[in-house]
């Protein structure tokens, strides 16, 4: 089964244009459910039935797996077993029939819009470090993007004049605009700072570390970390955290989840939806603590 479980993972980058750490969860999702499957009944994936996942299920919950780990387990199984019918491999889907895991969805924490002002404001434009690091963040809370999509950025992809960038995540391009403040902070790091870190003419990265090579996940998730602690912000702030809170201060000041799905780059609107459910829930705070009456007795 590796082979297949190899082409599989072919399939995902190829056709899917899934993400390295997409594939790397499918991948070990049914690796571990082929292991299960042949030391608790002899058989190979094909063999397989609803029964045999819903009772992977089941093993899996009494192991302590959390509720969305066993849910992306699941998914994994069905995408899986979906590409072996498309292949011819097996006849039908087990996993589409199996139970289907109860998760609960955790609304995902956003900064306010003070919070985010004191965020951006500590870089200090006195090196090129600092003009680096302004600039990133300026423009992952302008734009909403991922952080792999904000590494992958090239110079090419950003039009000063035209106040915007060009984003080719996932397989399919977008174009997101920018904010004054952005392209300012851009235009600086790209005319002055740039030129002063990259040594390799070849080099297209917008933005490189201070040996003049292409940013990686890890720097700029260690570069977030440092200026939340600097500016003293009691809540755990990602690179999704910029991303999660671009998408809900549109949305509460009147841009339809339509326009934020396109910026966001999400295949559906379902994932979009989830920012509704978040500022329903920030104004039911604010009636619960503002209204004079919210909290009276009856």
């Known amino acids: 089964m590796a082979d297949y479980i190899k082409a599989f993972a072919g399939y995902l980058e190829m056709e899917r244009n899934a993400s390295g750490n997409t594939i790397a969860s499918y991948v070990r ?9 042949m030391e608790t009944e002899g058989l190979e994936p094909p063999q397989g039935d609803t029964e045999h996942i819903e009772r992977y299920i089941i093993y899996m919950i009494g192991k302590g797996k959390s509720a969305s780990s066993v849910a992306r ?3 994994s199984l069905k995408s899986y077993y979906g ?10 889907n087990p996993a589409k029939d199996a139970a289907p895991v109860k998760t609960e969805r955790k609304l995902p924490q956003i900064l306010t819009g003070k919070e985010v002002e004191l965020f951006l404001e500590q870089p200090q434009c ?3 470090k600092g003009y680096r690091d302004h600039a990133m963040l300026e423009l992952l809370y302008a734009t909403g993007i991922r952080v792999s999509e904000l590494i992958g950025l090239n110079v090419e992809d950003v039009s000063l004049p035209g106040a915007f960038i060009r984003c080719a995540g996932r397989g399919k391009e977008r174009i997101i605009p920018l904010y004054a403040a952005a392209v300012k902070a851009l235009s600086d790091y790209v ?12 080099e297209k990265a917008l ?9 990686s996940r890890q720097g700029f998730w260690k570069i977030v970390k440092y200026y939340q602690e600097k500016a ?43 920012y509704s459910q978040m500022v329903k829930q920030q104004l039911q705070d604010v009636y619960r603590k503002a209204h004079p009456r919210a909290n009276a007795r009856t």
């Open 232 to 274: 003293q912000i009691n809540k755990d702030i990602t690179p999704h955290t910029l991303r999660h809170s671009f998408a809900a201060h549109l949305l509460e000041n009147g841009a339809d989840l339509r326009s934020i799905q396109e910026m966001l780059g999400h295949a559906d609107i379902s994932s979009t939806q989830i």
């Open 29 to 37: 999702d049914v690796t571990q459910f082929s292991q299960y499957l």
């Open 207 to 215: 933005f490189v570390n201070m040996s003049g090579e292409r940013m």
């Open 126 to 128: 006195v090196d090129p």
């Open 191 to 202: 005319k002055d700072i740039r030129p002063q870190l990259v040594f390799d003419p070849r």
């Open 83 to 92: 590409y072996l019918v498309n292949r011819g491999v097996v006849r039908r």
């Open 73 to 75: 387990s699941a998914a």
